[in-house]
């Protein structure tokens, strides 16, 4: 009954005609103080913006995932930080939750209220827009073909895909050659936003080719490293903090908060005609 009641919650915002709106950010699981302030500044934003979910973008818990759906991170780590945002949050996974049991994060989804991640990549609807949440660390022919599928038929308003690892990015790890060829393809013309963790910073990107096509990594959701811009970049910084998106019809926003929820960088983006 509790899990229902978020769930209604969450999609009457959408049902309203406002919007899309929610937050997201990865590479927060060390269940550490930093992690914490980010979660409260989550907390913050989302009481004054009315967030309807939230993205998690993997490594979600360090350094090796978890073992059970009983783990003690599941508190460190995950309800004792973001319970109090009474938010559902949609999960993907990172390279280092592959370190652990992923079945155990795929299990959690049947006993928790706020914690969704019905399979390795899946995809559900908000409001105006439909997400596509991949597993990029186990990026194999049959989960490009089912993107491939779904982004296709979609009917959306908008499409965002999310997932760990950055497609292109001028933090620690840099760009993502296999993702390069072989996931971005199948975004040109079709997809809005790719949103990724995996670098520990933020950053805003445009695609060379596509002028609707933007990246977004978020990935300071419990510690940062140095980044640098580059010819793709529209913006980045080395600070832990989290990200939010409101799409609306013809509009999106985007912002990028500091670990206190202020924001310290915004930008508007029009629908693809």
Not at 76 to 85: R, W
Request: charged letters at 20%; proline letters at 3%; aromatic letters at 12%.
């Amino acid at each position: 009954m509790r899990r229902l009641i978020v769930l209604f919650a969450l999609g009457l915002h959408s049902l309203l005609g406002e919007g899309t709106q929610f937050v997201f950010m990865g590479d927060a699981g060390h269940g550490d103080p930093p992690q914490y302030e980010v979660a409260k500044g989550m907390q913050t934003y989302c009481a004054a913006k009315k967030c309807e979910f939230a993205l998690l973008l993997g490594d979600n818990f360090y350094p090796s995932g978890v073992k059970t759906t009983t783990d003690s991170q599941w508190k460190t780590a995950f309800e004792v930080p973001y319970g109090p945002l009474k938010l559902l949050f949609r999960v993907a996974l990172g390279n280092h939750d592959h370190a652990g049991n992923i079945d155990a994060q795929i299990d959690y989804t049947k006993i928790s209220a706020i914690w969704s991640m019905p399979s390795r990549y899946y995809t559900f609807s908000q409001g105006n827009t439909q997400f596509f949440v991949i597993d990029s660390t186990k990026w194999d022919g049959v989960q490009r073909e089912w993107l491939k599928k779904e982004l296709g038929q979609s009917q959306a308003r908008w499409k965002v895909v999310a997932g760990h690892h950055p497609i292109y990015s001028y933090g620690q790890h840099g760009h993502t050659p296999e993702l390069v060829r072989e996931l971005r393809p199948i975004l040109l013309g079709k997809a809005d936003f790719y949103l990724c963790g995996h670098d520990h910073d933020k950053q805003i990107l445009k695609d060379s080719e596509d002028s609707a096509l933007f990246y977004v990594v978020s990935g300071g959701g419990s510690e940062t490293r140095a980044v640098q811009g580059g010819l793709l970049s529209l913006y980045h910084a080395s600070s832990i903090g989290f990200s939010s998106l409101h799409l609306d019809t013809d509009t999106a926003v985007l912002g990028m908060h500091s670990s206190g929820g202020q924001l310290d960088y915004e930008r508007k983006f029009q629908h693809r005609k």
